[in-house]
C-alpha cells in the first residue's frame, strides 16, 4: 500500500485554474476524483451499490416465498432496523478512536461473508426465516459500523471546499444503485435465480474490500487524546450536538423532511385508487422510482450547486422545495404530473444530502466525526420508517392525497419558522 498519500491536504493535485464555462458548469463537479484515495473509496461505492441492493430485494422476496405473508416481510425489516441503530451509533464512537481504514476493512470482510452465508442458505434449501433474520441482522450491525467510518473519512481525503462535491458523487451512485439494483434483480431472478444475487453480492464486495485495502491508513490525528469507544464517548457525541446548534439543525432539517414528508407508505394506497387507471403495477413502480431518479439528475447536475459556500441556505431552500414538491404530488391526481413532482423532490433530496453531509464534515473536528456520522445513520435510516407510520396512520384517517398533501405544507411551515427562529443555520457558510 501506498502511504505517502495519507490525505488530500498532503497530496493536493493542480488546483481548478478557471472557472468552468458553458455546459461544463451545470454538470457535476468531478474534482475529488482527481484525488487517488478518494477515487478508490468512491469506486468501491460504484460496485456495491448496485451489489447491495440485490441483496435488499433477494431477503423480502425469499421471506415472502416461505411464508406468503407480508407481515413476515415486515418483520424483518425491523429485524435488521434495530442493529442498525445500535451499532451505527458505537460505530461513529469507534470510528473516533482507531484507523478508520482498518475498521473499513473488518466490516467490510465481514458484510462480505454474511453476503456469502445469505448465498449459501439459499442454495441449499434451508427454508429458515429464523436464519434469514439472523443473517440480516447481523448485517446491518456491519453495516452500522461501516458507514460512519467511511463517511467521517471523507474529509480527511479531500479538501473542504471540495466536500459537497464529494458528497453529491457518492449519493449520486447510492441513488443509481437505488434505481438499477431492483431492476437488475427483477430481471436476474427469472434467468439465474434468487441464490445467485447473493453470490453476485459478495463477490462485489470482495472488489470493495481491495479498494478499501489501497486506501492510505486514517489513524486518529496527532494529539488525539486515547479513549475506549463505549456508552460515555457515544454520550459525549450527542453532548456535543447538543453544544453545535448548526449540527442540530442540520439533523432536525432532515428529520423535518422525512418524518413529516415522505410519503412512501401511501404508495400501494395511491397506486390502487389514485392511479388505478394508469395501472396499477405501472403506477407503483413509477412511484417508487421517481424520487430516486431525481436524486440522480441533482447529482448529474450538482455543478450547478456544489460551488455554492451559504450551505444552511442550502439546506433550508432544499427542504422547503422538497415540502412544495410533496404537497403538489398529493394535489396530483395525474399520474405523469405526480411523478414530476416526486422527481423534484428527489432533486431538492439530492441538494440536501450534500450539505447536510458537508456541513457534519466541515463543521465538526475529525475526533468527533465518526460519532456524528454514527447519529447521521440513524437518523437516514430512522427517519423514513417513521414517517411509514405517520403517513399510513394519517392516510387511513384523512385519505393518502390529503395526508401526502398536508405533510408536505407541514414540511414547509416548520422548516421555515425553524430557519426563522434559530439564525445559525441560515447564517452557516465556508
Given at each position: 500500500m501506498d502511504t505517502s498519500e495519507s490525505t488530500a491536504k498532503e497530496r493536493d493535485p493542480a488546483p481548478e485554474t478557471s472557472r468552468r464555462r458553458g455546459w461544463r458548469r451545470w454538470a457535476m463537479d468531478t474534482r475529488p476524483l482527481r484525488r487517488p484515495a478518494y477515487r478508490r473509496l468512491w469506486s468501491s461505492t460504484i460496485v456495491t451499490a448496485v451489489g447491495s441492493q440485490l441483496t435488499a430485494v433477494a431477503v423480502p422476496k425469499q421471506i415472502y416465498d416461505i411464508t406468503g405473508s407480508s407481515a413476515w416481510v415486515g418483520a424483518a425489516s425491523l429485524a435488521g432496523l434495530v442493529p442498525l441503530i445500535v451499532f451505527a451509533l458505537w460505530g461513529g464512537a469507534i470510528a473516533d478512536s482507531m484507523d478508520r481504514r482498518k475498521l473499513l476493512l473488518i466490516t467490510n470482510s465481514g458484510i462480505a461473508v454474511t453476503s456469502l452465508l445469505f448465498w449459501l442458505q439459499a442454495f441449499t434449501g434451508l427454508e429458515s426465516v429464523a436464519a434469514l433474520m439472523v443473517l440480516l441482522a447481523v448485517q446491518q450491525a456491519f453495516w452500522g459500523l461501516n458507514a460512519p467510518a467511511r463517511n467521517a473519512s471523507i474529509a480527511r481525503l479531500v479538501p473542504e471546499d471540495e466536500l459537497p462535491a464529494a458528497n453529491a458523487l457518492g449519493s449520486t451512485v447510492m441513488q443509481t444503485g437505488q434505481v438499477a439494483g431492483p431492476l437488475l434483480a427483477g430481471a436476474l431472478i427469472p434467468v439465474i435465480g434468487l441464490p445467485e444475487l447473493y453470490?453476485?453480492?459478495?463477490?462485489?464486495?470482495?472488489?470493495?474490500?481491495?479498494?478499501?485495502?489501497?486506501?492510505?491508513?486514517?489513524?486518529?490525528?496527532?494529539?488525539?487524546?486515547?479513549?475506549?469507544?463505549?456508552?460515555?464517548?457515544?454520550?459525549?457525541?450527542?453532548?456535543?450536538?447538543?453544544?453545535?446548534?448548526?449540527?442540530?439543525?442540520?439533523?432536525l432539517a432532515d428529520i423535518i423532511a422525512m418524518v413529516l414528508g415522505m410519503p412512501r407508505a401511501l404508495f400501494p394506497q395511491l397506486a390502487a385508487q389514485t392511479y388505478a387507471p394508469y395501472g396499477e403495477g405501472v403506477a407503483l413502480g413509477l412511484l417508487f422510482a421517481a424520487i430516486p431518479i431525481g436524486a440522480v439528475l441533482g447529482g448529474l447536475f450538482s455543478g450547478t450547486f456544489s460551488r455554492a459556500r451559504r450551505h444552511g441556505w442550502m439546506v433550508i431552500g432544499a427542504v422547503v422545495v422538497w415540502g412544495a414538491a410533496i404537497t403538489g404530488f398529493g394535489l396530483s391526481s395525474n399520474l405523469w404530473v405526480g411523478v414530476a413532482f416526486l422527481a423534484v423532490a428527489g432533486v431538492a433530496d439530492m441538494v440536501s444530502?450534500?450539505?447536510?453531509?458537508?456541513?457534519?464534515?466541515?463543521?465538526?473536528?475529525?475526533?468527533?466525526?465518526?460519532?456524528?456520522?454514527?447519529?447521521f445513520t440513524v437518523v437516514?435510516?430512522?427517519?423514513?420508517?417513521?414517517?411509514?407510520?405517520?403517513?399510513?396512520?394519517?392516510?387511513?384517517a384523512f385519505g393518502p392525497r390529503t395526508a401526502v398533501a398536508g405533510g408536505g405544507l407541514l414540511v414547509v411551515a416548520v422548516m421555515l419558522v425553524l430557519a426563522a427562529a434559530v439564525p445559525a443555520l441560515r447564517r452557516y457558510r465556508v
Open positions: 453470490l453476485i453480492d459478495a463477490v462485489a464486495l470482495c472488489v470493495t474490500v481491495w479498494a478499501v485495502y489501497r486506501l492510505p491508513s486514517l489513524p486518529p490525528l496527532a494529539g488525539t487524546a486515547a479513549r475506549r469507544a463505549g456508552v460515555k464517548e457515544i454520550a459525549a457525541g450527542f453532548r456535543y450536538i447538543s453544544g453545535h446548534t448548526v449540527l442540530l439543525l442540520s439533523f444530502m450534500v450539505f447536510r453531509g458537508a456541513i457534519l464534515l466541515s463543521a465538526a473536528t475529525d475526533e468527533m466525526r465518526g460519532r456524528m456520522q454514527g447519529v437516514v435510516a430512522g427517519g423514513p420508517r417513521l414517517a411509514d407510520v405517520l403517513h399510513g396512520t394519517a392516510g387511513s
